[in-house]
């Protein structure tokens, strides 16, 4: 069993420190521990992974990116038919158009060897707004418990009338002025993403550097210019790392590499196979897929591909087609492998029991 949460946010066995009152201004009646599934883009989030996060005490996401507004509701759909509990949906929100069209186009002739290698043509460098006004117009038609925000935070009449639908809403933020921005834009809560965390950094700006502030470090930065109740993400493997964060003043954590593996993730076989194959030896950070930072096992694209232009989501459109060619191919090392810094610890385990695993539940090691 997972620690039981009731609505004052007390934990009945005592094995989170940690800032409990802000627990339970954004958890209650909404999670049993303080384990929030990450919503992971591109396939790993499942309606699966959420309905199995939720039976087993945590908070599962959905994640909205690259999906039309219709594929969301269908995901939504399924989500309420078969668990019954709260989740929540994670939104991109959209930047502007390159303002550099010479690097982009300059980035495509350097995808050529790559495409020709694999039998493709870069992708066209269309510039896409992932069907924003479709996907909030369902979130406020049929509002899940929390909407999340990455890659910035939504203007404040979006924020309020998602809160007056019954949504909380929270913001993906990787630096105190980001966080600050959100807490005025009206945000419940952030998740505080340090650069630990695998996949796409959540920063605003896209050209800009994400900061290289620890985890534990930006909580206290964070915390500094808000009182917003604090989520914690970036290399959260073990219970000591779920310690460490509430200890630090995060309220919950955000976890994602740590379910990459499981059955219901809908990751790629190729890539659950490459976050235990000895061979992937790091992670780093890297625009060569997308155009925006992210973080993943290191390969050959990632290494031939040092200074991709800061353009999104125009280099993910001009590598999507490289990315389905070696995935069909089985050619890691010309694939997107996101993974978090503590990607060895990944397990092949039911969510269920990872659950129960970064909660601390008896027997569950």
Not at 123 to 134: F, Q
Not at 153 to 178: H, K, N, Y
Request: glycine share 12%; with cysteine.
């Amino acid at each position: 069993m997972v620690p039981q949460l009731d609505l004052t946010g007390a934990v009945r066995r005592g094995d989170f420190p940690g800032n409990l009152v802000g627990m339970a201004d954004v958890l209650p009646g909404l999670a049993r521990c303080p384990v929030i599934v990450a919503p992971m883009a591109g396939g790993p989030s499942t309606a699966g992974l959420v309905i199995a996060a939720s039976a087993a005490g945590a908070l599962g996401f959905l994640a909205a990116g690259y999906k039309t507004a219709t594929a969301l509701r269908a995901e939504m759909d399924a989500v309420r038919t078969a668990a019954g509990a709260p989740f929540g949906v994670n939104v991109f929100v959209p930047g502007a158009p390159a303002a550099d069209r010479a690097a982009v186009t300059r980035y495509l002739a350097e995808l050529e060897p790559d495409a020709a290698a694999l039998g493709v043509r870069p992708g066209a460098p269309d510039w896409a707004d992932d069907d924003w006004d479709g996907k909030l117009a369902v979130l406020l038609a049929d509002p899940p418990a929390v909407v999340s925000f990455t890659f910035g935070c939504p203007d404040e009449g979006v924020i309020a009338a998602l809160r007056a639908a019954g949504s909380q809403v929270w913001v993906t933020v990787t630096a105190p002025d980001e966080a600050a921005l959100a807490a005025a834009r009206g945000a419940d809560g952030l998740c505080v993403q340090g650069p630990e965390a695998g996949a796409h950094r959540g920063t605003f700006a896209i050209p800009a550097s994400p900061p290289a502030v620890p985890l534990h470090r930006l909580l206290r930065d964070v915390a500094a210019v808000t009182g917003l109740p604090l989520i914690a993400a970036g290399g959260i493997m073990s219970p000591s790392d779920v310690r460490a964060a509430l200890a630090g003043g995060a309220v919950a954590v955000q976890c994602g590499t740590a379910f990459l593996r499981c059955p219901e993730s809908g990751a790629s076989p190729l890539h659950k196979a490459a976050l235990a194959d000895p061979a992937f030896t790091a992670t780093a950070v890297t625009r060569a897929f997308t155009g925006r930072p992210a973080r993943g096992l290191v390969n050959r694209f990632m290494l031939d591909h040092p200074d991709a232009p800061g353009a999104y989501p125009e280099v993910h459109f001009a590598t999507r087609p490289l990315r389905a060619a070696a995935a069909a191919a089985g050619d890691t090392g010309r694939m997107n492998l996101w993974a978090g810094e503590g990607f060895r610890a990944a397990t092949t385990r039911p969510a269920a029991e990872i659950v129960e695993l970064l909660a601390g539940a008896p027997g569950a090691g």
